[in-house]
């Protein structure tokens, strides 16, 4: 089971600006590790969206950005368009699972 | 560009054992780790370990201890990824992705369906 907890869905209409949390604890987010978050389209490999935290990869719009604070991380995409239907997941390290990296239980954002 | 290529699907029956392949390119194939994820039917991802291409040290989830093994061919760029005493609960996709901090890249996944 997932020691990352993230909203099973979240919503929102074309332009509008959702975000997803991902909650966590004093042995991973809590410890300083950094959050990186993955964007997984229907059918495909997820892909790299956001790491340390809150940096975009080349070629990743800047309408997704990325925050953490405390044992909490956050993606907010604003100005939602439709390809930005998918599923993502936060990812992160956990210490007390011998060096284990570890997902988030993954949300679905649906267009309205 | 940085590419992944894993080998294609495999049906196995529960017990035996399946060897999945991840031919890296367009990178220097020791400067980075390789870290193995797998997603079943309708689930999340699930981190099953990493191997450093460089002096081959592993590091697996503790829930696959001893029935996983990674592997890397330094040769060939080349990593392996085998899972023994299979259950049906291992039907999945298997992915394996380049990691540093990130997962910053990904093979296109293997499916690998376990039933009698």
């Known amino acids: 089971q997932s020691v990352l907890t993230q909203p099973p869905s979240v919503s929102g209409a074309p332009g509008q600006r959702v975000t997803i949390s991902c909650t966590g604890s004093?042995?991973?987010?809590?410890?300083?590790?950094?959050v990186h978050w993955y964007q997984q389209l229907p059918g495909t490999a997820p892909k790299l969206l956001i790491y340390?935290?809150?940096n975009r990869p080349s070629g990743v719009p800047d309408r997704f950005s990325g925050s953490k604070s405390g044992t909490s991380a956050s993606l907010a995409i604003t100005g939602l368009q439709a390809e930005d239907e998918a599923d993502y997941y936060c990812?992160?390290?956990?210490?007390?699972?011998?060096?284990?990296?570890?997902f988030g239980t993954g949300t679905k954002v649906t267009v309205l | 560009q940085v590419q992944l290529v894993q080998s294609g699907a495999e049906v196995k029956k529960p017990g035996a054992s399946v060897k999945v392949s991840c031919k890296a390119s367009?990178?220097?194939?020791?400067?980075?780790?390789i870290s193995w994820v797998r997603q079943a039917p309708g689930q999340g991802l699930e981190w099953m370990g990493w191997?450093?291409?460089?002096?081959?040290?592993?590091n697996y989830a503790q829930k696959l201890q001893g029935r996983v093994t990674m592997t890397t061919d330094t040769s060939t760029s080349t990593a392996y990824m085998e899972l023994r005493s299979l259950r049906s609960d291992d039907t999945a996709v298997y992915y394996c992705?380049?990691?540093?901090?990130?997962?910053?890249?990904w093979g296109q996944g293997t499916l690998v369906t376990v039933s009698s």
């Open positions: 340390g935290n809150s």
């Open positions: 990812q992160s390290y956990d210490s007390s699972l011998s060096g284990s990296r570890v």
């Open positions: 004093s042995s991973n987010i809590g410890a300083g590790n950094d």
């Open positions: 367009g990178y220097t194939f020791t400067s980075y780790g």
């Open positions: 191997i450093s291409p460089y002096n081959g040290n592993t």
């Open positions: 992705a380049r990691t540093q901090a990130a997962f910053d890249s």
